[in-house]
Nanobody
């Protein structure tokens, strides 16, 4: 059972930056897991933000492309999300997720039902 713990949320002004981290435990290595960042704003469905496959291939939701960067450090069992040029629309609870195996299709990396393991989330608030 993979346990995921997110860190790095907070409050920033529009245009600011935050770096989220997700540490995996109860697992020897995240290497064979595809991983992703998701977010959920009040009253909205959870959506995929960025995903990274077992081979390092990345994909992004259109609204964050060019502003967010997902990366992984398999040696540290840690997933990252660097968020730059934040906008009020980015305000949400951000979740880290993991699933064993490579994604069969790229869209799997942004699809919540394609992930079994989830963290409890970290809140990001962006003020105008």
């Amino acid at each position: 059972q993979v346990q995921l713990d997110e860190f790095g949320g907070g409050s920033v002004q529009s245009g600011g930056s935050l770096r989220l981290s997700c540490v995996a435990s109860e697992v020897s290595s995240i290497t064979p897991y595809r991983m992703g960042w998701f977010r959920q704003a009040p009253g909205k469905e959870r959506e995929g933000v960025a995903g990274i496959d077992t081979n390092g291939h990345t994909t992004y939701e259109d609204s964050v492309e060019g502003r967010f960067t997902i990366s992984r450090d398999n040696a540290k069992n840690t997933l990252y999300l660097q968020m730059n040029d934040l906008e009020p629309e980015d305000t949400a609870t951000y979740y880290c997720a993991a699933e064993a195996g490579a994604a069969g299709h790229e869209w799997y990396l942004l699809a919540p039902p394609k992930f079994s393991y989830w963290g409890l989330g970290t809140q990001v608030i962006v003020s105008a």
